[in-house]
């Protein structure tokens, strides 16, 4: 909300605009205060919304990723999540050294659009170094020369980039299916291909430290990338949705055809029918016949609730009179199903 300027602070601007003087100072806001340049000519594309659910995602990440590397370092090691922040690639670009320890991965967004859904994992040299040290049975010493990795180095490092990449596919299960791979291992930031310099990317900076080496995991998703993985989510939430309504419906109409059937129906067969004024009905006596409006051989309406359901046939069973159903009632039939 933009802050109301005060009578004094009125008082002054208009002052110092009488005065010709080019800056009017005006009380800033309040002290500690922290405001934030916000760049229209270049919007944010996410929500805070969706960058706290990134930012719940891959904490739960951090803490695979944790104890994976324990486990294979067979050493003590701590990944924590620090900070989810959108900005330009460039930004992004222009922070990281000339040489680097990356991961060009290929999320494989299940039903994507895209050949390649490209998201950049960056490690910290020491901590590569550090992670190669202990694979080879060292004891995880950082490196003090700061120099290029060789190509043993980089295979070594293939295999502990997989098992982290790998990890990925488990904390986005519950809301899409991604099979994510690593594509190559770059060392140079400079020659980057694939992500446009002024694109948008959602940066997840992760802080691990393996023994006494400390360093840092910078996860670079593309807009393109997070635009995809969000639109997927939101079409499998739709769909989730859909079918726990279409559940819920078919739970409903069970319910209401088990408790009709628990109703109680009075069913008869209605010979046929004839109408005799009341003074013919007067004079009945035993011995009478009353002539019905069917034929000897029709067949007996069965009725239910007043609605005739089938048609059958006169007969006896187990020393009783009984009716054979032999067809539905076209009407009746429709109410049955």
């Known amino acids: 909300m933009a802050e109301i300027l005060s009578q004094s602070q009125i008082d002054s601007l208009l002052s110092s605009l009488i005065s010709g003087k080019d800056e009017?100072?005006?009380?800033?806001?309040?002290?500690?205060?922290?405001?934030?340049?916000?760049d229209f000519r270049r919007p944010k594309l996410f929500t805070r919304e969706q960058l706290k659910h990134l930012f719940s995602i891959y904490e739960n990440y951090a803490r695979l990723v944790s104890s994976h590397i324990t486990g294979i370092l067979q050493t003590y090691s701590l990944v924590e999540i620090i900070?989810?922040?959108?900005?330009?690639?460039?930004?992004?670009?222009?922070?990281?050294?000339?040489s680097v320890l990356m991961g060009l991965i290929d999320f494989d967004i299940k039903d994507s659009e895209d050949e390649e859904d490209l998201v950049i994992m960056d490690i910290s040299k020491e901590v590569g170094f550090c992670s190669f040290d202990r694979l080879l049975g060292g004891s995880g010493k950082p490196l003090k020369e700061d120099r290029e990795f060789t190509e043993i180095e980089i295979g070594v490092l293939e295999y502990f980039f997989k098992g982290m990449i790998n990890l990925m596919k488990n904390v986005w299960f519950d809301y899409l299916e991604i099979s994510p791979r690593l594509m190559k291992i770059e060392t140079n930031s400079r020659i980057l291909q694939g992500v446009g310099t002024d694109e948008n990317v959602v940066i997840i900076v992760m802080s691990i430290k393996v023994n006494e080496t400390q360093g840092k995991i910078n996860i670079c998703i593309p807009a393109t990338t997070l635009d995809m993985l969000f639109k997927k989510k939101m079409s499998q939430t739709k769909k989730n949705i859909k079918r726990g309504d279409q559940q819920a419906e078919e739970k409903r109409r069970l319910n209401i055809i088990n408790e009709i059937r628990k109703t109680e129906l009075e069913i008869k067969g209605v010979l046929g029918d004839t109408e005799v004024l009341s003074q013919d009905i007067y004079e009945l006596e035993v011995g009478d016949i009353i002539k019905l409006d069917k034929p000897v051989n029709s067949m007996v309406d069965i009725v239910v609730n007043d609605e005739v359901w089938f048609k059958g046939e006169m007969g006896d069973y187990k020393n009783k009179r009984a009716i054979q159903i032999k067809e539905l009632n076209e009407r009746g039939s429709e109410l049955f199903i």
């Open 24 to 38: 009017p100072e005006v009380s800033n806001a309040a002290p500690g205060k922290k405001v934030k340049d916000y």
């Open 83 to 98: 900070e989810v922040e959108e900005q330009q690639y460039y930004e992004f670009n222009n922070a990281l050294p000339d």
